[in-house]
């Protein structure tokens, strides 16, 4: 009897390791159009911040090929209506990096209604990858921080190859919406990730493809973000040289906080680019006060820094349960100008 539960336990375990280890990849139609949505100011010599506010699902992060395809159409339709140069900084939302931890996941995960459930699939499909991410996390929200920490490497790769091969491809700078990776670093011109706490980063990625400056560290987390990451120091927001002028990056609610303009204005930036998003749980007002996005966060505190033009460009479609609200918007002391709202890609440009 003893020997027969043994090599019942032992096909059990082998048919649930064989389920494991499949990934199929279904077919997908995704919707590779995008319209422009807003467009200021005319061409100049001084180039422009170009705002990419795609419309994503789950099945969208399938494989990284796919979200490539998608990014590069969106691209390839900026540069036909003549917004595409070498002086041209391109804005991707926050988290759109974030969300590659559901890459080259079986098709339970992206099927799932809820992101608890796509969760739980991811969990029980990894059970070796899983338990040293849970080993090692160290936020409250401890199965989140596992799931990301066990597909770290990979995301940072292919964070770095999604975007860094954008801007290459296309001869722009990018700004690399958000991730959040363990204890990252660039190390000869590569993201590359540790053992410690998570941070939510943006990266900014050269012509050349390689990243320039530090991984931009987010100084508020949101609350949903506290559980499982840590915050940055507002020492570390820094100021980087781009073709368009002096570039200052503040992720979602760092552009609310008077602080970090007054950190950045020590750099003298001259554009700020604001990656966000915003879900069902959040609030397009800010919860501590009467500000919205459209007023004053962004318009009345960019000459408080210096700079003389911002963008801001929301993460929008249905990942999962979560939802997507607030519309993109540029800035200048004049004040803000939102885009259009509606389904779809939109693109968000202002001359500079």
Same mark, same amino acid.
């Given at each position: 009897?003893?020997?027969?539960?043994?090599?019942?336990?032992?096909?059990?375990?082998?048919?649930?390791?064989?389920?494991?280890?499949?990934?199929?990849?279904?077919?997908?139609?995704?919707?590779?159009?995008?319209?422009v949505a807003l467009n200021l100011g005319t061409?100049?010599?001084?180039?422009?911040?170009?705002?990419?506010?795609?419309?994503?699902?789950?099945?969208?992060?399938?494989?990284?090929?796919?979200?490539?395809?998608?990014?590069?159409?969106?691209?390839?339709?900026?540069?036909?209506?003549?917004?595409?140069?070498?002086?041209?900084?391109?804005?991707?939302?926050?988290?759109?990096?974030?969300?590659?931890?559901?890459?080259?996941?079986?098709?339970?995960?992206?099927?799932?209604?809820?992101?608890?459930?796509?969760?739980?699939?991811?969990?029980?499909?990894?059970?070796?990858?899983?338990?040293?991410?849970?080993?090692?996390?160290?936020?409250?929200?401890?199965?989140?921080?596992?799931?990301?920490?066990?597909?770290?490497?990979?995301?940072?790769?292919?964070?770095?190859?999604?975007?860094?091969?954008?801007?290459?491809?296309?001869?722009?700078?990018?700004?690399?919406?958000?991730?959040?990776?363990?204890?990252?670093?660039?190390?000869?011109?590569?993201?590359?990730?540790?053992?410690?706490?998570?941070?939510?980063?943006?990266?900014?990625?050269g012509s050349n493809g390689l990243p320039i400056?530090?991984?931009?560290?987010?100084?508020?987390?949101?609350?949903?973000?506290? /559980?499982?990451?840590?915050?940055?120091?507002? #020492? !570390?927001?820094?100021?980087? &040289?781009?073709? *368009?002028? $002096? @570039? +200052?990056?503040?992720?979602?609610?760092?552009?609310?906080?008077?602080?970090?303009?007054?950190?950045?204005?020590?750099?003298?930036?001259?554009?700020?680019?604001?990656?966000?998003?915003?879900?069902?749980? /959040?609030?397009?007002?800010?919860?501590?006060? #009467? !500000?919205?996005?459209?007023? &004053?966060?962004? *318009?009345? $505190? @960019? +000459?408080?820094?210096?700079?003389?033009?911002?963008?801001?460009?929301?993460?929008?479609?249905?990942?999962?349960?979560?939802?997507?609200?607030?519309?993109?918007?540029?800035?200048?002391?004049?004040?803000?100008?939102?885009?259009?709202?509606?389904r779809g890609a939109r693109l968000i440009n202002?001359?500079?």
């Amino acid at each position: 009897m003893r020997k027969l539960i043994f090599l019942v336990l032992i096909v059990l375990f082998a048919a649930y390791a064989g389920w494991a280890e499949r990934r199929p990849v279904n077919h997908y139609l995704s919707d590779l159009r995008s319209e422009v949505a807003l467009n200021l100011g005319t061409p100049a010599e001084h180039g422009n911040l170009l705002g990419i506010q795609p419309e994503l699902f789950p099945q969208d992060y399938q494989s990284v090929e796919r979200l490539r395809l998608k990014f590069a159409a969106y691209l390839e339709k900026a540069r036909n209506e003549g917004l595409l140069n070498e002086r041209t900084v391109v804005v991707f939302p926050e988290h759109i990096g974030t969300w590659l931890v559901a890459t080259g996941e079986k098709p339970e995960v992206y099927r799932a209604t809820r992101l608890n459930e796509a969760m739980e699939w991811m969990a029980v499909s990894n059970p070796l990858k899983l338990a040293r991410g849970w080993l090692g996390a160290k936020g409250d929200d401890r199965l989140a921080d596992a799931l990301l920490r066990m597909k770290s490497v990979d995301m940072a790769h292919d964070y770095q190859t999604l975007f860094g091969g954008l801007a290459r491809e296309f001869g722009v700078t990018v700004v690399a919406g958000s991730i959040i990776l363990p204890s990252p670093r660039i190390n000869e011109g590569q993201l590359q990730t540790g053992n410690g706490r998570l941070y939510s980063i943006s990266v900014v990625f050269g012509s050349n493809g390689l990243p320039i400056g530090r991984p931009q560290r987010k100084v508020f987390p949101s609350d949903a973000e506290k /559980g499982f990451t840590r915050a940055g120091d507002l #020492d !570390d927001l820094q100021v980087l &040289p781009t073709p *368009a002028g $002096r @570039l +200052g990056v503040l992720i979602c609610a760092d552009s609310w906080r008077p602080a970090s303009y007054a950190a950045l204005a020590a750099g003298k930036p001259e554009i700020i680019a604001v990656p966000a998003s915003m879900g069902n749980n /959040g609030r397009w007002k800010h919860p501590a006060s #009467d !500000d919205t996005w459209d007023s &004053p966060a962004l *318009a009345s $505190r @960019l +000459g408080e820094s210096g700079a003389h033009a911002g963008i801001a460009v929301f993460l929008r479609g249905q990942l999962w349960d979560l939802g997507s609200h607030g519309r993109s918007l540029v800035a200048t002391p004049a004040g803000p100008q939102l885009a259009e709202d509606g389904r779809g890609a939109r693109l968000i440009n202002i001359w500079l």
